[in-house]
């Protein structure tokens, strides 16, 4: 019947101030869950199990650390090994553990250095033995004061001989001859004035292997001018 009020309604809406028309409508827009297949969710949980890997693995690495000895500081042929020359450090070391000292237990009261540890270095097991197998015996000699320049404590050196030549009444050397190979200097006096040296000439004291201590003795004795040449990597002083 006309004029009949209802209750029916088209389905649209309005969006000016609530009113309804047929000329407006509005599509509603549904939110979404995330789909597994969704590319930034899967990256996600990749970071995350990455990072969680990573995290347990250096965990996991922390604990394989041993405890080991490395040099405190340059360590040459004679030296002792106590808290003043060693100090213990943790490490991750492979197959090769077994081949540097063992920091779990104090070195032998009888330990000593049998060849060159530079400072920072891990100690090898083969660099110590007891005094006796010590072959190197500490022999002070004048060398070429020039030779000198640069070299510390614990430079490894090549001993060249020069012999004087026995027909000049002069300060006269023949062709140089090396003398000895690689030895280590044990010191180098600061107060070169005690050795009675000249100005030409400086005061070192090298470590010899007991076989050849006499044949540098018999060139010093007989004169002859020895020169000390750095041997390639050699530990040398500031400004040199």
């Not at 509005?26 to 899967?42: E, F, G, K, N, Y």
């Not at 430079?155 to 026995?166: E, L």
């Not at 050397?173 to 000895?180: C, M, R, S, T």
């Not at 004169?223 to 990597?233: A, I, M």
């Given at each position: 019947?006309e ?16 009113q ?10 549904r ?13 996600g ?17 922390a ?8 040099a ?6 004679g030296?002792?090994?106590d ?13 090769s553990?077994?081949a ?10 009888d330990?000593f250095?049998?060849?060159e ?16 197998d010590?072959?190197?015996?500490p022999v ?20 060249w001989?020069?012999?004087r030549?026995?027909?000049s009444?002069?300060e006269?050397?023949?062709g140089a ?11 180098i ?17 090298l470590?010899?292997?007991?076989a050849?201590?006499q044949?540098?003795?018999?060139a ?5 001018r ?15």
């Amino acid at each position: 019947m006309e004029g009949k009020p209802t209750n029916q309604h088209n389905g649209r809406v309005s969006t000016h101030g609530g009113q309804t028309g047929p000329g407006v409508s509005v599509r509603a827009t549904r939110l979404q869950r995330p789909s597994w297949r969704d590319s930034r969710l899967i990256v996600g949980i990749v970071l995350v199990l990455l990072a969680t890997a990573l995290g347990a693995k250096a965990v996991a690495s922390a604990d394989d650390r041993v405890p080991r000895y490395a040099a405190a500081t340059t360590l040459k042929p004679g030296d002792r090994l106590d808290a003043g020359t060693i100090v213990r450090v943790d490490v991750l070391l492979d197959d090769s553990v077994a081949a540097y000292l063992s920091a779990q237990t104090p070195p032998p009261a009888d330990s000593f250095v049998l060849r060159e540890v530079r400072a920072g270095e891990l100690v090898p097991v083969s660099a110590v033995g007891s005094r006796s197998d010590v072959s190197l015996q500490p022999v002070t000699v004048r060398v070429d004061g020039d030779s000198v320049a640069g070299l510390i404590s614990g430079s490894v050196v090549d001993v060249w001989v020069s012999p004087r030549d026995p027909e000049s009444a002069q300060e006269r050397y023949l062709g140089a001859a090396l003398g000895l190979h690689a030895v280590a200097v044990a010191w180098i006096p600061t107060d070169q004035g005690s050795f009675g040296v000249s100005t030409s000439s400086s005061a070192v004291t090298l470590l010899v292997p007991a076989a050849d201590v006499q044949k540098l003795i018999a060139a010093q004795d007989a004169r002859s001018r020895l020169t000390l040449v750095p041997v390639p990597g050699s530990l040398h002083g500031r400004g040199s």
